[in-house]
């Protein structure tokens, strides 16, 4: 393999001119950080929140360029807002194995992420979930997509979190699963409308500053991408491991491997890969259709070494009962598609174990 230099990764990107801006992307200064590592490439491009929208754009430019460089296994683009009078920062430190925030009483943090939205991640978390409930062990859910929380409705939870100290909140409950979420504390339809600091210093606090304990598991429902919200949830977080969902095609794959990659960088362990939306059985017929194609998720964990945890068939029983508050694993117990919930949760707990045997030998 041919190695990979900063060097190279800028003289390449520097092909990304800036829109309405008289150069590119490199020369007016906008690239923070480049970092390279066995064929991983990071690069951090400053922006404003008012120029965001115009800077995505740059942004997949310096990824396709970045990319196209011999010997580069992965690009990831990041942005992140101005910071002014201070040095810029790493996107991912791969020497620095702290892992700073804990959630005390919590036996095993794991997020479930993809590359893309669109992908039904929520759902699966929630299921997977209330999956491993079912298998008896203490399990709380992490809303932390600040900008588009789905968990409250998808749990059937209204209302708004206690606090007996004035300092901790006590997290809501259904299902006998644990819940905390943005969504509870502000309406459904009211937009999130934050810079970057204020998302990472909201998902501190809803580890640290809320009454988790005594769990099992705790499951991260983690935000789509891989941008800050991810880096301080992967990076700065004592994780277990990472569950990447996706659907089979292609383009949503190309995303989970991004999202894997990342996750690997920052030496996160990963729990495995679900397929969602792997099949269409018609009800008419019976008869199986692969809308999105069939088996891609399965092919990845096999090229990347990752457990593949099973497959979840694209039915509107799931949706259905997602969107009602009532997630099929509960509502639907002896349903197939129950099973695979319940199916994917043995194999998480297999994995967790092995994983926690890894740690102590």
């Known amino acids: 393999m041919a190695t990979v230099t900063e060097d190279q990764i800028a003289k390449a990107i ?75 920062q790493p996107a991912l430190d791969l020497t620095q194995d702290e892992r700073r925030i804990k959630a005390p009483g919590v036996g095993s943090i794991i997020a479930v992420a993809s590359g893309k939205g669109g992908v039904g991640k929520s759902t699966t978390s929630v299921n997977i979930a209330l999956a491993l409930s079912r298998h008896g062990k203490k399990v709380g859910i992490m809303d932390a997509d600040i900008y588009g929380p789905s968990i409250p409705r998808m ?91 996706s659907t089979p095609q292609d383009i949503a794959l190309l995303d989970a491997r991004k999202g894997l990659n990342m996750f690997r960088q920052v030496e996160v362990p990963i729990i495995g890969l679900v397929e969602n939306m792997s099949y269409y059985i018609c009800p008419k017929c019976g008869d199986e259709a692969h809308i999105f194609d069939n088996g891609g998720a399965k092919e990845t964990a096999e090229k990347y070494g990752c457990p593949f945890l099973g497959a979840i068939p694209l039915d509107v029983e799931i949706r259905k009962t997602s969107d009602g508050g009532q997630p099929i694993v509960v509502s639907k117990t002896s349903s197939p598609h129950a099973k695979a919930y319940m199916d994917i949760a043995a194999k998480v707990i297999v994995e967790i174990d092995r994983l926690n045997q890894a740690t102590v030998t």
């Open 14 to 88: 520097a092909q990304a001119n800036v829109p309405d801006m008289d150069g590119d992307v490199v020369s007016l200064g906008l690239v923070s950080d480049i970092h390279v590592k066995d064929g991983m490439v990071q690069i951090m491009i400053e922006t404003s929140q008012e120029r965001a929208s115009v800077m995505e754009e740059v942004r997949k430019d310096c990824e396709k360029l970045a990319s196209e460089v011999p010997g580069v296994l992965n690009a990831t683009a990041v942005l992140t807002e101005e910071r002014e009078a201070a040095p810029a």
């Open 155 to 245: 749990m059937g939870i209204s209302g708004q979190p206690r606090s007996e100290d004035g300092t901790r909140l006590i997290p809501m409950e259904n299902y006998d699963v644990k819940c905390m979420s943005m969504g509870f504390m502000v309406p459904e339809e009211e937009p999130t409308i934050w810079r970057g600091p204020m998302v990472t210093g909201a998902l501190e606090q809803m580890l640290r500053d809320v009454e988790w304990a005594p769990l099992d598991i705790l499951i991260v429902d983690m935000p789509p991408g891989t941008g800050d919200a991810q880096l301080t949830m992967a990076q700065g977080t004592e994780l277990a491991g990472a569950i990447i969902v």
